[in-house]
């Protein structure tokens, strides 16, 4: 909890009045006036920290029996715009919680959500290498997201190289850069294998910031569903970001992009896909 406050803190806008909250969601059980009174104990000491750096900081304990509901409540009540989560700590229950917690948040949840690993300071970081896959520019939250880690990369001067596979993303993001005034310089260098990370493109020190997206979504890609998994076992020395923009509406979709819909373009990958193991059955037996 203190890594993610800190972290909220930092990514926070310093000129937006509105405050950090920090939700804890408790189980509907017979204990569950007890929990919410634990949990308020440990929050107010959080709070007293967080108030050393002058930042407002409200925590709110809730009832429900599954965390995403509560969430996706709590998030719509106070109008967030940014959820932030934090990494499981147990290796063995890594790929149950990203398959099945992760999954009902990122579906319940109608906002930007990153979830954080911290191993190190981020002020020990060589620097921020940030993965944006195709279409992500077109996401909703795409521009927040960016401001976010621009802030980052000024807060601790660390230089940032973007890894990208269309140019208009890449343009996307300068344009941005360019309406903040955002004063950094971004290395970028093409990447298209989505489906794996290349280590040998990973230093130890640096922080890794994948932007993933929702099934449905505009940029999304089967492989992102395993992305948080593959993260955790090819870099277990590295802070890891992994971002899930704030996704447009279907119907805003059907509008602007007409037939370039999610579910034509999913359902593309998948005929394509489909081709591709019949020629290579087609081929197979053939040898025979």
């Not at 807060?155 to 269309?166: H, L, M, N």
């Not at 940029?219 to 593959?230: E, T």
């Amino acid at each position: 909890m203190e890594k993610l406050l800190e972290f909220a803190t930092l990514i926070k806008d310093n000129k937006s009045s509105n405050p950090i909250t920090v939700l804890s969601v408790v189980p509907n059980n017979e204990e569950a006036e007890i929990n919410i009174l634990r949990f308020r104990r440990k929050l107010d000491e959080y709070i007293r920290q967080a108030s050393a750096t002058e930042t407002k900081v409200n925590a709110i304990t809730t009832i429900d029996h599954n965390p995403a509901s509560g969430i996706s409540r709590a998030s719509r009540e106070l109008m967030v715009n940014i959820v932030i989560i934090g990494w499981p700590h147990q290796t063995d229950i890594l790929d149950k919680f990203f398959g099945e917690t992760v999954d009902s948040i990122i579906n319940l949840v109608d906002k930007n959500i990153i979830i954080c690993r911290s191993v190190k300071p981020l002020i020990n970081k060589n620097r921020i290498v940030l993965f944006e896959p195709p279409f992500s520019e077109k996401e909703k939250g795409f521009e927040l997201i960016i401001q976010k880690i621009a802030k980052i990369a000024r807060e601790y001067s660390i230089p940032v190289r973007i890894f990208y596979s269309e140019e208009k993303t890449r343009s996307s993001i300068e344009q941005i850069l360019t309406k903040y005034k955002i004063n950094i310089k971004p290395g970028f260098e093409i990447f298209t294998d989505w489906d794996e990370i290349i280590t040998e493109k990973i230093e130890q020190n640096d922080l890794i910031v994948f932007n993933s997206s929702r099934k449905g979504s505009i940029s999304y890609m089967p492989s992102f569903d395993k992305i948080p998994s593959k993260l955790e076992k090819q870099f277990p020395e590295n802070n890891i970001i992994v971002v899930y923009p704030q996704s447009y509406k279907r119907d805003i979709l059907d509008e602007v992009y007409e037939d370039m819909t999610p579910d034509n373009l999913v359902k593309g990958i998948e005929t394509i896909e489909q081709i591709g193991k019949g020629i290579g059955s087609l081929f197979r037996k053939r040898k025979k």
